[in-house]
């Protein structure tokens, strides 16, 4: 896997070192790639992911919308928990 962006310890995300966009799962990834071999190149990132159903999430993640808003209430919880804390 390219490193080339550093992304969360300890995430199941991936990361196109073509065009430096992040998925919250590999099914995306693949969803965001048109390929075809008989082409040249191959594989050519889809650039209007919106058009395929995706959306970013507050992370920069793109997933799709169910995941962006179980996400975005994950990391509510946690800026709560976080605070609770620090209190
Ligand atoms: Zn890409
Ligand atoms: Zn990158």
């Known amino acids: 896997m390219d490193s080339c962006c550093t992304l969360p310890v300890g995430s199941n ?5 073509k065009c430096h966009q992040t998925f919250s799962s590999l099914t995306l990834f693949d969803k965001h790639q048109d390929v075809d071999y008989d ?7 889809k650039t209007r992911l919106t058009a395929l ?3 970013k ?20 919880r ?10």
């Open 39 to 45: 082409r040249t190149p191959a594989v050519v990132c």
């Open 13 to 17: 995300l991936s990361h196109c070192s």
């Open 78 to 87: 946690l800026a709560m928990t976080r605070s609770r804390r620090a209190a």
């Open 53 to 55: 159903g995706l959306v």
């Open 57 to 76: 999430d507050l992370g920069g993640t793109w997933c799709t919308p169910d995941a962006a808003i179980s996400r975005q209430a994950q990391s509510v």
